[in-house]
């Protein structure tokens, strides 16, 4: 099992941008694939975005699409969700998870085995 820490939360205005990191410790994050939730609250936890292990897929929740990008780069165990365009609707604690493979472009969280503690992005209005 892997162990993830996310870290580049914080307080954002509406139209800002924002790059969260997930950070791999314990395994090889190149073995896995990524991917990014976000749960609001009083709300489920959603998908947001995806990557494949060698970061040549990628997966993105229609709400995101165009104003989000994930990114990898395995020789430093991290993988990347660059925010722009940034909404209020976007505030919630962005969660990053592993799984060996991703088979779906809507991932659920029940794929996915080993996560992080999340941080928590806000985007005033």
């Known amino acids: 099992q892997v162990q993830l820490v996310e870290s580049g939360g914080g307080l954002v205005q509406a139209g800002g941008s924002l790059r969260l990191s997930c950070a791999a410790s314990g395994r090889t994050l190149s073995n896995y694939a990524i991917a990014w939730f976000r749960q609001a609250p009083g709300k489920e936890r959603d998908f947001v975005a995806a990557?494949?292990?060698?970061?040549?897929?990628?997966y993105y929740a229609e709400s995101v699409k165009g104003r989000f990008s994930i990114a990898r780069d395995n020789a430093k165990n991290t993988v990347y969700l660059q925010m722009s365009s940034l909404k209020p609707e976007d505030t919630a604690v962005y969660y990053c998870a592993a799984a060996l493979v991703i088979i779906t472009s809507t991932p659920r969280p029940s794929d996915f085995g080993s996560w992080g503690q999340g941080t928590q992005v806000t985007v005033s209005s």
């Open positions: 990557i494949s292990r060698s970061g040549g897929i990628t």
